[in-house]
């Protein structure tokens, strides 16, 4: 009895456990076939952007210069002596040929008075010798020893060279007659005078200045690149302007016109002088004076905020939105504007739009929404 009752307790113990393991198989494998339900999909970013408008702008780069004048002469006497008028002070303005002093001239005067008749002494000399020599050759040797012929002859040529050693005598005492006169030999402004009648100068003795005020000069040092990008023209500062802001904060009225540049770099600030000249009718730019030299150069390009344009070892990009997808394309910087942007070569695709935000590469794989701006919005007004 007992025996039979433990076999039946384990058969029913087996089935049981039999019908539980269809029931976890079953389980599993219906878990293990069901669709897995989708996942929700990432949100999508929203980025701002802005279209890549073309447009010309002015760029001015500033660089500090000096003003010189294109002619600065130190008035000094040719001749020695005392002064006896001084036509003008200092400051005093003046053409050339305008009379600046007189020294004295009776010494001269005199000089010129004895040299004149010394020549009139040879003319008569020499008028008398060739008359006689003119006779003795008529005469012929019939009438006279060709000894006389000789003597007269030798007279003759003695007294040609008398008067004109006379005479360039007589030029060179009304040249110094004349250097009693001083004169301006330029058009510009007088200097300080230092200087009162009585006074004894000679031509170791510098009287006083004149320097030209109009036009007049400024010199100013521009970097070794800029110097390669002007020297690639046709003709250095083609198509730009030179302006001057003064002292003041004033753009002076006048644009300066290209002259010439330097021969040789400064090796110690790595820039090269150039020359420019001002008309300066007003005498607002004086001789030494320092200026901010501003060369506005035109360009045609896309203006946007230097924070938009990644600077990386291998080249300048920015990020571009063309519908939604943001990508990392090259960007050529043509110049900077004013303190906070760049113009870019427009290299861009029709349809193209600066992203404003802020980027990584990471981004390029991703689908955006963009929501557009003006294209102002890419430029930071300075």
Request: glycine content about 6%; hydrophobic content about 40%.
């Given at each position: 009895?007992?025996?039979n009752?433990?076999?039946k307790?384990?058969?029913?113990?087996?089935?049981?456990?039999?019908?539980?393991?269809?029931?976890?198989?079953?389980?599993?494998?219906?878990?293990?076939?069901?669709?897995?339900?989708?996942?929700?999909?990432?949100?999508?970013?929203?980025?701002?952007?802005?279209?890549?408008?073309?447009?010309?702008?002015?760029?001015d780069?500033?660089?500090?210069?000096?003003v010189?004048?294109?002619?600065?002469?130190s008035?000094?006497?040719?001749?020695?002596?005392?002064?006896?008028d001084?036509?003008?002070?200092?400051?005093?303005?003046v053409?050339?040929?305008?009379?600046?002093?007189?020294?004295?001239?009776?010494?001269?005067?005199a000089?010129?008075?004895?040299?004149?008749?010394?020549?009139?002494?040879?003319?008569?000399?020499?008028?008398?010798?060739?008359?006689y020599?003119?006779?003795?050759?008529?005469?012929?040797?019939?009438?006279?020893?060709?000894?006389?012929?000789?003597?007269?002859?030798?007279?003759?040529?003695?007294?040609?060279?008398?008067?004109?050693?006379?005479?360039?005598?007589r030029?060179?005492?009304?040249?110094?007659?004349?250097?009693t006169?001083?004169?301006?030999?330029?058009?510009?402004?007088?200097?300080?005078?230092?200087?009162?009648?009585?006074?004894?100068?000679?031509?170791?003795?510098?009287?006083?200045?004149?320097?030209?005020?109009?036009?007049?000069?400024?010199?100013?040092?521009?970097?070794?690149?800029?110097y390669?990008?002007?020297?690639g023209?046709?003709?250095?500062?083609?198509?730009?302007?030179?302006?001057?802001?003064?002292?003041?904060?004033?753009?002076?009225?006048?644009?300066?016109e290209?002259?010439?540049?330097?021969?040789?770099?400064?090796?110690?600030?790595?820039?090269?002088?150039?020359?420019?000249?001002?008309?300066?009718p007003?005498?607002?730019?004086?001789?030494n004076?320092?200026?901010?030299?501003?060369?506005?150069?035109?360009?045609?390009?896309i203006?946007?905020?230097?924070?938009?344009?990644?600077?990386?070892?291998?080249?300048?990009?920015?990020?571009?939105?063309?519908?939604?997808?943001?990508?990392?394309?090259?960007?050529?910087?043509?110049?900077?504007?004013?303190?906070?942007n760049?113009?870019?070569?427009?290299?861009?695709?029709?349809?193209?739009n600066?992203?404003?935000?802020?980027?990584?590469?990471?981004?390029?794989?991703?689908?955006?929404?963009?929501?557009?701006?003006?294209?102002?919005?890419?430029?930071?007004?300075?």
């Amino acid at each position: 009895m007992n025996e039979n009752g433990g076999k039946k307790d384990t058969s029913w113990f087996s089935v049981l456990l039999f019908a539980v393991l269809i029931v976890i198989g079953y389980w599993g494998w219906h878990h293990y076939q069901k669709t897995p339900e989708p996942q929700p999909e990432a949100a999508e970013r929203t980025v701002s952007a802005a279209p890549l408008a073309e447009r010309e702008v002015t760029v001015d780069k500033g660089y500090i210069g000096y003003v010189t004048p294109i002619n600065d002469v130190s008035v000094r006497p040719y001749i020695s002596g005392f002064i006896d008028d001084i036509k003008v002070k200092g400051g005093s303005e003046v053409k050339s040929g305008d009379v600046l002093l007189i020294i004295n001239q009776a010494e001269y005067k005199a000089q010129l008075d004895a040299a004149a008749a010394s020549v009139a002494q040879a003319q008569a000399t020499y008028n008398n010798s060739d008359v006689y020599y003119q006779r003795i050759q008529k005469a012929g040797t019939r009438a006279v020893s060709k000894t006389e012929i000789d003597n007269a002859k030798a007279s003759y040529l003695s007294a040609q060279a008398a008067l004109s050693q006379a005479e360039a005598s007589r030029m060179q005492a009304e040249v110094n007659y004349n250097y009693t006169i001083v004169k301006a030999t330029i058009d510009g402004v007088v200097g300080d005078v230092a200087l009162s009648v009585g006074d004894y100068v000679s031509p170791q003795n510098v009287l006083l200045s004149v320097i030209q005020y109009n036009p007049i000069r400024v010199v100013f040092s521009i970097t070794d690149k800029d110097y390669l990008d002007e020297a690639g023209r046709a003709e250095m500062f083609e198509g730009e302007k030179i302006r001057l802001k003064l002292a003041d904060g004033k753009i002076y009225p006048q644009a300066g016109e290209f002259r010439y540049a330097d021969n040789q770099i400064d090796r110690a600030t790595n820039s090269i002088a150039v020359y420019a000249d001002f008309a300066n009718p007003d005498k607002l730019l004086v001789a030494n004076a320092y200026v901010d030299v501003l060369v506005e150069k035109k360009y045609r390009g896309i203006v946007v905020r230097k924070n938009l344009v990644c600077l990386e070892p291998d080249g300048n990009y920015v990020y571009v939105a063309d519908g939604d997808r943001i990508s990392k394309v090259k960007a050529e910087i043509l110049s900077e504007y004013g303190n906070n942007n760049y113009v870019l070569k427009n290299t861009f695709k029709p349809g193209d739009n600066i992203v404003l935000d802020r980027m990584n590469s990471q981004d390029e794989a991703g689908k955006f929404k963009i929501t557009l701006k003006s294209a102002a919005a890419a430029e930071e007004k300075n």
